[in-house]
């Protein structure tokens, strides 16, 4: 295997034996189902070529150290055979984190930028730390997990079709636009970190909304929703789907899932499914 060309970019990167060497000085290191990478100095293009080879050769647990921001991580894992490769990111992923991912599943320890999980399908992905705007943009599969905060514009045009239902988990609070143009999906908004008499950040929750709910622990006034969506007591299934998510929140942070349902939640829902039928002729 030793001398293997591997191209990536204007660069290449060498197998020798087991090791994966890049001039810039990023590595990979296979063994058996196992990989681990470092991506320090490597560009996108190249870090994401090399997690390809790696899970092509058979890696399913991949741990990748030393991210600085690099973009794309895990999207060109769909065209890899087989939804099983669990991949481990230490530093901060740059934008566009899983995006179209389809089954796999991306844990991140620290923090994401932008776009995480855009128009996901199916899998994972776990960030401990917070998250930039539009995460979980048009995602229409799979869960997202992020345990503090989130930017603008997250769950925008989030959608399902029938058994299909996209989940996203926050566990602090997010910026203006929440939920905008949300087609379907759950999204469940924690506030952990708030005090009680804080109300969460966001303005303009749910504009042009028509489709899925959104749970909110905590408080929210009135005032914060857009003219498009209105707010209301759960019911009994409602706590039912709060209970099972944010139990599945909670296992990814350990944490305590009763002390997290002790906080009062409430939901947000579309006033209608057709919110711009007037504007259109039919």
Known sequence: MAGLALKAGLRDIFLEGSRHVSELG???????????????????????DLLREVASQGARDITVRNVFGQRYIGTRL?????????????????NDL??????????V??????????????????????????????????????RNNVGYRTAIHMKQYNDKVPVLVIGGTAQDFFGEYMAGGIVILLGLALSRDKNHNASYIGTGMHGG????????????????????ETD??????????????????????????????RKILPLSKRPYGSIYAY
């Open 78 to 94: 769909t065209t890899v055979p087989g939804s099983d490769v669990n991949l481990k990111i230490y530093g901060t992923a740059g």
């Open 26 to 48: 990023g590595y990979a290191t296979i063994s058996g189902s196992e990989a681990w990478i470092d991506a320090l100095n490597l560009r996108h293009k190249e870090l994401n």
């Open 109 to 146: 320890y620290g923090n994401a930028q932008d776009g995480v999980g855009n128009t996901m399908n199916d899998g994972e992905i776990v960030v401990h730390g917070k998250a930039g705007d539009v995460a979980a943009m048009s995602m229409r599969g799979g869960k997202i997990f992020i």
């Open 236 to 265: 009994d299934r409602d706590l039912e789907i709060i209970r099972q998510y944010s139990g599945e929140f909670a296992q990814r942070f350990d944490l305590n899932t009763e002390d997290i349902l002790q906080g009062h939640f």
């Open 213 to 232: 709910v959104i749970f909110v622990r905590g408080n929210i006034e009135k005032s914060q929703l857009g003219k498009d969506v209105g707010i209301y």
């Open 98 to 107: 899983g995006a179209f991912l389809n089954g796999q599943r991306l844990t």
